[in-house]
Every structure is written in structure tokens, then in C-alpha cells.
């Protein structure tokens, strides 16, 4: 149980156009998603905090308008990279907090690389 | 703002124990947690451990707290050739998700 999906694993798409990034609770459901970055040798850094119905938080320093999150479902968030440029390229990792379960319990689904061109 | 600092690379030979150390400084730190990452994949939760205990084995795993220093470590008896990867340190508040990630250590591990 407990599994997270993210579609597409893997995605290159030319500057200035946009990419949706999907994550998926399997067999769960999960109130709270979260967006992470990961650059090339380093930690994961948490962009935002996405929650059902509601308008997602981000954290310091990431464009709100830039990546846009829809937490449409209590399966589903995505992440939208609008106009997309070079410095997007990285691995985006989300994670999936099952709901009623206690804080710690989170679930990571298995990375999509974005490579912008 | 919480930190989480770890060495980034250790090199084994297959059979010996590893010990992969992190420090953190948030005193309000509840859970901490080790994740492991292959190459291209997403993470993995190896285990985790509660502030209030000191120590929690899990098979080849050992994690041991010391909250007073603020130090946390990982041990695998037997390191194997699979356990190559990198190792984040993690750790989070009660009743908060966010999860603040450490920098992540290479375990390199040499038939």
C-alpha cells in the first residue's frame, strides 16, 4: 500500500512552452501534496504545500505563477511549469500525506526529470 | 529556519558497517528520518525515530539520537553492493508535514 505515482517520469520540451507534472495517490487518500526540486547532487528543496480545495502555499522564493499547483481531487495534484526556460530543468518529486494518518506518515512518489531545451 | 547537514560521501568495502551521520538544529525537531535515493529514483523511507527515543534497530539498520547534540545517525551492518545510493537525513514537527530534507550522503559501496 501506500504507493505515489508521478506521470510523466521523464519529459523535454522546448523553452517558453509549459509542462504538467501529475502525482497520484494509488491507494490512498491524501488531503496533503507536496511539490519538491531537486537540482543535480543536491538535497530535495520544498516548493510548495498543495492542499484539496484549497489554494496551495508556497514556500520562499518560489513563483507562484510560475509553477502552479491544482490539488483538484484527493488523489491527484499536478504541477504546471508555465513558460518553461533552461533553469527549470531539474527532477520534481512529490510527496503524499494520507489522510487522518499522523504527521510523519508521507509518501514519495518516484520523481519526474524536466529538461528544458 | 531549520538545517540539516550531512558529509556528502562515504566509501565502504562490501561486508563492513557504514555510519552515515547527520546534525540538525531544529530543537523542535519530533521526527527524524532516513530516506534512501537510487540513481533517478524517487525516495525512500528506510526508517525513522521518534525525539524521545534514543535508539531504533531495524534489521541491518541502526539508527541512533542523540537529542542533546542534535546528532543522528545511520548504521548498516553487512553494507552490500545494493546499498549503494544516497542517504538523506530528514526531520519534521509534530503536527507539521513539512519536512526539511539534509544535503544528502553518498554511500559508495566497493566489491
Known amino acids: 500500500g501506500a504507493v505515489v505515482s508521478q506521470h510523466p517520469s521523464r519529459v523535454i520540451c522546448k523553452s517558453g512552452t509549459s509542462v504538467k507534472i501529475e502525482c497520484r495517490s494509488l491507494?490512498?487518500?491524501?488531503?496533503?501534496m507536496f511539490w519538491y526540486r531537486q537540482f543535480p547532487k543536491q538535497s530535495l528543496m520544498l516548493m510548495a504545500t498543495?492542499?484539496?480545495?484549497?489554494?496551495?502555499?508556497?514556500e520562499q522564493g518560489v513563483e507562484k505563477d510560475k509553477f502552479l499547483i491544482n490539488h483538484a481531487s484527493l488523489t491527484l495534484s499536478t504541477l504546471t511549469v508555465t513558460s518553461a526556460h533552461p533553469e527549470d530543468s531539474s527532477f520534481y518529486i512529490c510527496?503524499?500525506?494520507?489522510?487522518?494518518?499522523?504527521?510523519?506518515?508521507?509518501?514519495f512518489g518516484p520523481g519526474t526529470r524536466l529538461t528544458v531545451t | 529556519g531549520e538545517d540539516v547537514e550531512q558529509s556528502l560521501f562515504l566509501s565502504v568495502r562490501e561486508g563492513d558497517s557504514s555510519v552515515i551521520n547527520c546534525t540538525y538544529t531544529?530543537?523542535?525537531?519530533?521526527?527524524l528520518y532516513w530516506y534512501k535515493q537510487e540513481p533517478g529514483a524517487g525516495l525512500q523511507l528506510l526508517t525513522y525515530?521518534?525525539?524521545?527515543?534514543d535508539m531504533k534497530q531495524d534489521q541491518r539498520l541502526t539508527v541512533l539520537l542523540n537529542k542533546k547534540d542534535k546528532h543522528l545517525s545511520l548504521r548498516i551492518a553487512d553494507t552490500q553492493t545494493g546499498d549503494s545510493a544516497i542517504y538523506f537525513c530528514?526531520?519534521?514537527?509534530?503536527?507539521?508535514?513539512?519536512?526539511?530534507f539534509g544535503t544528502g550522503t553518498k554511500l559508495q559501496v566497493i566489491p
Open positions: 510527496s503524499a500525506h494520507p489522510e487522518g494518518r499522523l504527521s510523519y506518515e508521507q509518501y
Open positions: 491507494d490512498f487518500q491524501a488531503t496533503t
Open positions: 498543495s492542499n484539496e480545495g484549497s489554494k496551495a502555499t508556497y
Open positions: 531544529d530543537s523542535s525537531s519530533t521526527y
Open positions: 525515530i521518534f525525539s524521545n527515543m
Open positions: 530528514a526531520e519534521s514537527r509534530e503536527g507539521y508535514q513539512k519536512v526539511t
